[in-house]
């Protein structure tokens, strides 16, 4: 980061070298890498976005935004009205333990009252869009294989990729490097930054539907999955099935498993879907002649599995940083917080006059995302295990989901990360304070 120092047309101060390409290269346009270069362009650095699809494209994903990610949206500007084409949603109707309860999304000073649901395809490209228009550059159809590291200092300072119809071997260079490429992490990978066992992983996969379910004003949340595939031993799997309306005569249906089962791996979970979802009503139209496209299937990098999330010029953000809620498998709204965060300490550093202060500010990127979810994302880690457990899980669904106030107060808030931190109820000072007592190491 150190070179001849200009000033752009903003103010910001440009610390390229000769040849680089960009003051910072963001690889993949997903929603973190999306938002990353959003908030860098409003501020004036020259950001180049390397995407290897190509827009429109599909991801696996539930389509779904609790009030969480919708604080990011209108954070970022994004217009979330429904005129605006996002399908708007109450709250959370919960299905087990021979229970079903709708859970209005808490009214809160911190979230907005409402989710929303917007197909990927859609969704992604919206969020590119929205980069490309705050003064972004964006290159699809480029695949990044791995950072270019400088020899002398060890810092990474560029990367390689494979670009355009001819796969042409190429390589970008920037002082600045942000990993938005998700749970694949080749960035990551390629300096030697492995994933953490001890922090759990999960899976999901998903179909859409034909069904007159399509404009339900409730996500739906199904807490029993049961492996009947030996049927003298019936298990109950650490998570859930989904039920998304997508509002254009679709439903999103889908499953998440977490890797503290014994089930995990061992389990053919579209064949689990497909004998969940024909347990459901004929009616509601989850029957193969109503599919629509393949079942597919992702894996969920959940509780800060893959640090530090700052290393030598490369900051990971998002899916590549294992920023998956542990609680529920919500994945987009901590890709975009993390976004944020990560482009407040590279518009700091890059104000700041000497490479030992930047470096200071880049550094505080980790502390920022560790001080903002660590300790909550370690209970999350504690809560997989404990549901791991098919007793705890029987006895939770069992016993726990009657109870209407215990859920809609305090459950619902702690699973979807949805509680004031400063000015809540006392439900909301109870998790703020479980957090904070929480190592987040």
């Not at 973190?32 to 650095?45: I, P, S």
């Not at 995407?51 to 604080?71: A, N």
């Amino acid at each position: 980061m150190s070179g001849g120092d200009d000033v752009t047309s903003s103010g910001q101060t440009d610390r390229r070298r000769a040849g680089d390409d960009a003051q910072v290269i963001v690889v993949g346009a997903g929603p973190a890498g999306a938002t990353m270069a959003a908030y860098l362009a409003r501020a004036g650095v020259d950001v180049l976005m390397l995407e290897k699809s190509t827009f429109p494209r599909e991801k696996v994903c539930g389509d779904g935004l609790t009030p969480r990610g919708v604080k990011q949206l209108i954070d970022l500007g994004i217009d979330t009205s429904e005129e605006a084409g996002w399908l708007h949603n109450k709250g959370l109707r919960v299905l087990g333990g021979g229970v079903t309860m709708e859970l209005d999304w808490p009214q809160l000073a911190t979230f907005p009252p409402y989710g929303v649901v917007r197909p990927r395809q859609d969704f992604d490209q919206l969020l590119a869009d929205h980069a490309v228009r705050a003064g972004a550059r964006m290159l699809q159809n480029t695949t990044v294989t791995g950072a270019v590291v400088e020899d002398r200092t060890g810092r990474v300072t560029g990367v390689r990729a494979k670009t355009g119809p001819e796969r042409t071997q190429v390589a970008y260079r920037a002082p600045l490097v942000i990993a938005c490429d998700g749970v694949s992490a080749r960035l990551a990978l390629s300096v030697g930054i492995d994933k953490r066992d001890d922090r759990p992983m999960g899976v999901a996969v998903r179909r859409y539907y034909r069904s007159p379910r399509t404009n339900d004003d409730y996500l739906e949340s199904h807490l029993e999955l049961w492996d009947r595939s030996d049927p003298g031993e019936p298990r109950l799997l650490p998570g859930y099935g989904w039920l998304f309306p997508v509002g254009d005569g679709t439903v999103n249906a889908g499953l998440g498993i977490l890797s503290t089962s014994k089930a995990y791996g061992r389990t053919d979970y579209r064949a689990l879907m497909k004998t969940w979802l024909a347990g459901t009503p004929e009616e509601w139209g989850f029957r193969e002649e109503n599919a629509v496209g393949k079942i597919q299937g992702a894996a969920l990098p959940m509780g800060f599995n893959r640090t530090p999330h700052y290393q030598a010029g490369l900051l990971l953000v998002g899916d590549a940083g294992g920023m998956v809620n542990p609680f529920n498998g919500e994945g987009i709204a901590y890709a975009m917080e993390s976004a944020k965060l990560a482009a407040d300490c590279v518009i700091h550093a890059l104000a700041r006059p000497t490479a030992a202060s930047r470096e200071q500010a880049l550094r505080h990127y980790p502390v920022a995302v560790r001080q903002a979810l660590g300790g909550y994302y370690r209970m999350g880690g504690i809560f997989s295990k404990l549901i791991g457990n098919p007793l705890v899980m029987r006895v939770a669904t069992r016993y726990g989901m009657p109870i209407e106030p215990l859920m809609r107060r305090f459950v619902l808030k702690l699973l979807a990360g949805l509680y004031d931190p400063k000015d809540g109820d006392v439900m909301d000072r109870l998790i703020t304070t479980a957090t904070r007592l929480t190592p987040s190491a």
